[in-house]
């Protein structure tokens, strides 16, 4: 197979990844390519010959220039919340421009789409993005990611075996995904036909509460972890308190006010079809991470 795939975000944990995968389905690695800011940042993609295009989402002659010759064009989201419609816009934009045949967006799950939603702040530029991607008249994918089985350590704190599990998400629950299953799907839209103008629902077959994670915990530990379910001014103090930024505070309480809304909640997902296998369930995570 020739066809040209070309990666963004290819330094980070998702691009690596599904770069990985691409290679593992039998992709020749000189028809990859991975736009990166910082080229000393992807000497391990070089090594295995995968073809660096050094761009920045802000500089948009960088961005048509890495595009040239791309057939398939992975769009990872960034991380800069503060631009990143316009970062974003302007990949597609660049895209089109370049002749860019087919886009594949990391979008996420959302029900609430207006500024009541409790991660307004996140959600807009994905909202942003998928609307000029639809618009653009490029071929596309959107992947509707739930959140990452990988934020439950953050979520829970160094000290969860020993204090419970201490967040305000009530008894909400989200089909947390692994991003190592997203990845892997990504590689398979990527790689067999039939994609073309759809919008995926990546979520995990399975919805878990903090409840369910509490449990889980103890059966695996063999310690009695408790789920706190603090209300939120005393989850902002306890933080607070610990040290952590406002903004990262900010950033979980509104995640854990979407969780307690149902925000991640999934009735429906596609993820078990695109792998051809049943999707990595929070045990197996927890166990990953906590038995160490």
Same mark, same amino acid.
């Given at each position: 197979?020739?066809?040209?795939?070309?990666?963004?975000? #290819?330094?980070?944990?998702?691009?690596?990844? !599904?770069?990985?995968?691409?290679?593992?389905?039998?992709?020749? #690695?000189?028809?990859?390519?991975?736009?990166?800011?910082? $080229?000393? +940042?992807?000497?391990?993609?070089?090594? +295995?010959?995968?073809?660096?295009?050094?761009?920045?989402?802000?500089?948009?002659?960088?961005?048509?220039?890495?595009?040239?010759?791309? /057939?398939?064009?992975?769009?990872?989201?960034?991380?800069?919340?503060?631009?990143?419609?316009?970062?974003?816009?302007?990949?597609? +934009? @660049?895209?089109?421009?370049?002749?860019?045949?087919?886009?594949?967006?990391?979008?996420?799950?959302?029900?609430?789409?207006?500024?009541?939603?409790?991660?307004?702040?996140?959600?807009?530029?994905?909202?942003?993005?998928?609307?000029?991607?639809?618009?653009?008249?490029?071929?596309?994918?959107?992947?509707?990611?739930?959140?990452?089985?990988?934020?439950?350590?953050?979520?829970?704190?160094?000290?969860?075996? /020993?204090?419970?599990?201490?967040?305000?998400?009530?008894?909400?629950?989200?089909?947390?995904?692994?991003?190592?299953?997203?990845?892997?799907?990504?590689?398979?839209?990527?790689?067999?036909?039939?994609?073309?103008?759809? $919008?995926?629902? !990546?979520?995990?077959?399975?919805?878990?509460?903090?409840?369910?994670?509490?449990?889980?915990?103890?059966?695996?530990?063999?310690?009695?972890?408790?789920?706190?379910?603090?209300?939120?001014?005393?989850?902002?103090?306890?933080?607070?308190? @610990?040290?952590?930024?406002?903004?990262?505070?900010?950033?979980?309480?509104?995640?854990?006010?979407?969780?307690?809304?149902? /925000?991640?909640?999934?009735?429906?997902?596609?993820?078990?079809?695109?792998?051809?296998? +049943?999707?990595?369930?929070?045990?197996?995570?927890?166990?990953?991470?906590?038995?160490?």
């Amino acid at each position: 197979m020739n066809t040209s795939i070309l990666v963004t975000g #290819a330094t980070g944990n998702f691009g690596k990844a !599904t770069i990985d995968f691409l290679l593992k389905k039998g992709i020749e #690695a000189k028809n990859i390519s991975a736009l990166v800011r910082d $080229e000393v +940042k992807a000497s391990d993609l070089a090594e +295995k010959g995968i073809q660096i295009e050094v761009g920045d989402y802000d500089n948009y002659e960088s961005l048509v220039a890495a595009f040239q010759g791309v /057939e398939k064009l992975v769009l990872v989201s960034g991380t800069d919340l503060a631009n990143r419609s316009a970062q974003q816009l302007n990949v597609v +934009k @660049a895209a089109k421009e370049a002749g860019v045949k087919h886009i594949v967006y990391t979008s996420f799950e959302r029900k609430n789409e207006t500024e009541t939603s409790p991660i307004a702040f996140l959600a807009q530029s994905h909202i942003d993005t998928d609307n000029a991607i639809k618009a653009s008249g490029l071929t596309y994918t959107i992947l509707r990611n739930n959140l990452y089985l990988e934020v439950l350590p953050m979520f829970l704190g160094d000290k969860v075996l /020993e204090s419970g599990v201490f967040f305000p998400a009530g008894e909400g629950q989200a089909a947390y995904v692994s991003r190592n299953d997203l990845a892997e799907a990504t590689a398979t839209i990527l790689t067999t036909d039939g994609h073309e103008n759809q $919008e995926y629902a !990546t979520s995990n077959i399975e919805n878990y509460s903090m409840n369910d994670i509490a449990v889980t915990l103890s059966t695996i530990t063999n310690k009695e972890v408790a789920y706190l379910n603090p209300n939120v001014e005393d989850y902002q103090a306890a933080l607070t308190n @610990a040290g952590v930024p406002a903004e990262y505070i900010g950033m979980f309480v509104g995640f854990a006010e979407a969780i307690k809304q149902g /925000e991640f909640q999934s009735e429906n997902s596609d993820l078990e079809k695109l792998l051809s296998r +049943k999707p990595s369930t929070l045990t197996d995570f927890l166990k990953e991470v906590y038995l160490k």
